[in-house]
């Protein structure tokens, strides 16, 4: 755990909590945060004159809206809708919209404060924002899910704009929900503009941005690997998800000589000790996109492996793992187990999949832990980059955009490297993303002054 000053730091905490009640995901996320930076600010009296921290953890706004829509029976559903834009001192407020039943204000105000420090990691003039609805696309007809996106779009189109805040996908959220919503932000202003990220390449979209997150996970983790001498070849991979940011991390870790062995979905999680291919990771991925198939029938598709109802991978012996499921599902138990059983690195796919505890623990044990702000910000970097595209119509190849989200993921563990190096070729990646990510936003905050 990082050296803080406890009286600032709990006075801090207090007042993040007394004025964020019933918020328990945003007020870990703070948390995790102000540990590190209240010891990197001690020095740096400018830092605390502007306030700089407590006005981050202050969300420059938080839009809810009623989104009304027909089902197919005829029956009207009302669901609410949300948009924070927490930060934009570097760049157009950037993040992903969520349609999921546990969607609240808590939830996107976390994820909308780790996304500022994360844009703010990979060097690209991007703010930090979040946006979704307690909406279940699941079991939904496609005419549903559209009537659903259209109406959304009818309310949050006032508040986003190419230049002012660019939404993207998430959970639930992909490209055919982008369709949707950019074709109706289209029909209401008239306009075609980038705003919305995330889209089909027949109308803007980017080569490999659907590669992106599990793609740059793994990158961030050879990374790590390489700055202590290994690297994934030969290494056994555990994964959670089965959607997209899980497939396309088991298919690197394939591209670069490991062997992922598991791969999760909310009924439980698969296990083939003889590692998944590229061919059947293919077959998971057209089984959960085309098929809305569960993971579990895996194992009656491949013999040799095994399912395990209402469980989590985590105590599956293994070299690495890759959290790529959703936020909180690894504890202090599950991290335990897998120090155990000989895991010498983690990155996180997904957003703040470990909870503080876990993180405690993998920092304790001193082994290589990637926060999700720097290890899967290969998805809003490659946003980022469609974002150019789009302003300047033009499109790259794919092997440029590969190269360059490779650099980018390079970029972000120096900047890690430059504040979490501890001595004894120990780094804490979690210490250098917050105060890498906090001193780029900061200085720019403190630039324009108190506004």
Not at 212 to 220: D, P, Q, W
Not at 365 to 385: T, Y
Not at 391 to 420: A, F, P, V
Request: aromatic share 8%.
């Amino acid at each position: 755990m990082a050296i803080v000053d406890h009286v600032d730091f709990a006075g801090f905490m207090e007042g993040v909590k007394r004025r964020n009640p019933h918020q328990p995901e945003f007020v870990q996320a703070v948390q995790e945060v102000a540990e590190d930076i209240f010891d990197f600010i001690a020095d740096k009296e400018e830092y605390h004159e502007q306030q700089i921290l407590r006005r981050i953890a202050e969300p420059d706004r938080v839009v809810s809206f009623r989104v009304c829509w027909e089902d197919d029976s005829g029956c009207i559903r009302v669901q609410r809708g949300w948009r924070v834009q927490n930060n934009n001192a570097i760049g157009p407020y950037k993040g992903g919209l969520r349609f999921h039943p546990n969607v609240s204000e808590s939830v996107l105000k976390f994820l909308a404060f780790e996304q500022t420090f994360k844009n703010a990691l990979t060097g690209l003039p991007m703010g930090g924002g979040k946006g979704g609805a307690n909406f279940n696309p699941k079991g939904k007809s496609v005419r549903e899910i559209m009537r659903f996106c259209q109406s959304f779009m009818t309310e949050l189109y006032r508040h986003i704009g190419a230049d002012v805040d660019v939404p993207a996908g998430d959970i639930g959220v992909g490209a055919r929900e982008i369709g949707y919503m950019f074709g109706q932000y289209k029909r209401i202003t008239n306009h075609f503009t980038g705003v919305l990220t995330g889209k089909g390449l027949e109308y803007g979209g980017s080569l490999i941005r659907p590669e992106a997150t599990g793609y740059g996970a793994v990158y961030f983790m050879a990374e790590m690997l390489a700055n202590r001498g290994h690297d994934l070849q030969g290494k056994t991979a555990v994964i959670s998800g089965s959607g997209n940011v899980a497939t396309h991390a088991a298919e690197k870790i394939v591209h670069l000589g490991g062997k992922p062995v598991t791969l999760s979905d909310s009924g439980g999680f698969i296990h083939d000790p003889d590692g998944l291919t590229l061919e059947k990771i293919e077959w998971v991925k057209q089984h959960k996109t085309h098929r809305r198939g569960r993971i579990s029938e895996y194992a009656d598709e491949f013999k040799g492996s095994t399912f395990h109802e209402g469980k989590t991978p985590w105590n599956v012996s293994c070299d690495v793992a890759l959290p790529c499921a959703t936020q909180n599902e690894l504890d202090g138990e599950d991290a335990r187990a897998l120090v155990a059983n000989g895991c010498i690195a983690l990155s996180e796919g997904a957003n703040m999949p470990c909870n503080l505890e876990a993180v405690h623990v993998f920092k304790d044990a001193r082994i290589m832990f990637a926060p999700g702000k720097a290890a899967n910000a290969g998805g809003v970097a490659v946003s980022g980059l469609e974002m150019s595209q789009n302003s300047s119509r033009r499109s790259w190849t794919e092997g440029e955009l590969q190269q360059m989200l490779k650099d980018i993921m390079s970029g972000i563990h120096t900047r890690c490297l430059t504040y979490g190096e501890r001595g004894g070729g120990y780094v804490d990646y979690v210490r250098g993303a917050n105060i890498a990510g906090f001193k780029k936003v900061a200085d720019a905050m403190l630039a324009f002054g108190v506004v």
